[in-house]
């Protein structure tokens, strides 16, 4: 059962531009939301993240923007660069040692 | 900063045969992970060790194996390969701050 689901799976933005991923949970006991970029050859790193209590985000570039009620939540990369070319997963935890990932976004910035 | 360290890189192996991983961390905390992720870059969880014992142990084949002989390692030893156990397995530590960090990954290929 997938419990986490991110969405574009692919998006290509050029330089300079805005990039929206989307992500979506099921289990309302989550209550902290990391998202982890991932280039190719290396493991995950953690990007940036967001508890239950707060609705928005923000660290340089990045922002998150919460949903609560909707159980949704997206992250935006303002002013894109190409080296933010990578796979982004949003995650979800319980802080009970269970970390459940979705299928990530690969994301493409073109110069 | 590098706090886990997975050997080795990459490994080619025929069906049938053994083999382990090995991952060490150097921050201390209490619990780590394996990861499995495919070629489609989708993470799933194998196991979660917390300070040399097994809490989440995901129903994965009983092939697959977790090891810790202390607190700063925690090996995966997979008894009999098959083709579908080709990907790259990472391994994970959580932080008190649930931070994931991750190693670099080691990538099976089953021949």
């Known amino acids: 059962q997938q419990q986490v689901r991110q969405s574009p799976q692919s998006l290509t933005v050029w330089e300079g531009e805005t990039a929206i991923l989307n992500c979506s949970y099921e289990d309302s006991t989550f209550n902290y939301f990391p998202w982890y970029q991932q280039f190719p050859g290396e493991g995950p790193a953690l990007l940036i993240s967001?508890?239950?209590?707060?609705d928005k985000k923000e660290d340089g570039r990045f922002t998150i923007f919460f949903n609560k009620r909707e159980k949704k939540l997206s992250l935006h990369i303002t002013d894109s660069q190409p080296g933010d070319s990578a796979t982004y997963f949003c995650a979800a935890d319980t802080n009970a040692y269970k970390v459940i990932f979705g299928k990530g976004t690969h994301l493409h910035v073109l110069p | 900063e590098t706090a886990v360290f997975q050997t080795p890189n990459y490994h080619v192996t025929q069906v049938g045969n053994e083999v382990s991983f090995n991952c060490k961390q150097t921050?201390?905390?209490?619990?780590m992970y394996w990861y499995k992720q495919d070629s489609k870059k989708l993470l799933k969880i194998m196991f979660s060790?917390?300070?040399?014992?097994?809490?989440v142990n995901e129903t994965v084949p009983r092939r697959f194996s977790p090891q810790s002989s202390d607190k700063a390692h925690l090996n995966l030893r997979i008894k009999s390969v098959e083709p579908e156990d080709s990907a790259v397995y990472l391994c994970?530590?959580?932080?008190?701050?649930?931070?994931?960090?991750f190693g670099e990954g080691s990538r099976l290929i089953v021949v």
């Open positions: 060790y917390n300070n040399k014992q097994l809490i």
């Open positions: 994970a530590l959580r932080s008190s701050g649930n931070t994931l960090y």
């Open positions: 921050l201390g905390h209490d619990t």
């Open positions: 967001i508890s239950s209590v707060s």
